[in-house]
Structure formats: C-alpha cells, structure tokens
C-alpha cells in the first residue's frame, strides 16, 4: 500500500506560478513511475506528466508542454510539480498517482494508488 498527500493547491492569477508536492508513503517509493493527472468538473481525468522510476526521463501532455516540469526527490518521498504560465484552463483538481511500473504512462489504468487532490484555480 501507498499513501499519498497532495499539497500546494489554491487559487493563482493567470499568469502565475504555483508548486505542488506529493508526499508518499509507504514501501518502494524509488521502484514506480510516478505521474500527475487532473481533472475538471464534468470532465474525464486527464495525464498531464509523468517521470521514470529513477528520474531520468519525463513526458508530459501537450497541453501543459513547456510550462510545467515534473520531478522526484526519492530520498525524501516527494514528487513535485512547478506549473508556470497558468492559464484558466488548468484549473482542476490535481491528483498524484504511483504507476504499476518504472516506466511512464499517459493511461490512469496504469496508476495503481491515489492521492486524494488538490484544488487549482486559476483566475482570468
């Protein structure tokens, strides 16, 4: 089982910047990919990154390309994600997620635990 606790969330200008944090717990944290989806009200979850099980390699969706970068820190638990440039449309829930592998992936099926999100909102 992993535990995890999404934080940084609130509410941005558009333009702005904000960080989120993810911190796991439980065993064999270093072993997943771990990813970042989001999601709207009335809409489907969406990918927007992901990283590899050591940190070497990241994808990200094309909506969020050039604005937010994905990272890992597993001495400390911790996956991050910087959003730069915040537009309306990134407004969401955004949820970290342990992948079933080492490797990234863009499908929530490939995510096995959950955190329980947090808001973003971002004006215009």
């Known amino acids: 089982q992993v535990h995890l606790v999404e934080s940084g969330g609130g509410l941005v200008q558009a333009g702005g910047s904000l960080s989120l944090s993810c911190a796991a717990s439980?065993?064999?944290?270093?072993?997943?990919?771990m990813g970042w989806f989001r999601q709207a009200p009335g809409k489907e979850r969406e990918f927007v990154a992901c990283i590899t099980w050591g940190g070497t390699r990241t994808d990200s969706a094309d909506s969020v390309k050039g604005r937010f970068t994905i990272s890992r820190d597993n001495a400390k638990n911790q996956v991050y994600l910087r959003m730069n440039s915040l537009k309306p449309e990134d407004t969401a829930a955004y949820f970290c997620a342990t992948g079933r592998g080492r490797n990234c992936a863009r499908r929530a099926w490939d995510y096995e635990y959950w955190g329980q999100g947090a808001q973003v909102t971002v004006s215009s």
């Open positions: 439980g065993r064999t944290f270093s072993s997943y990919a």
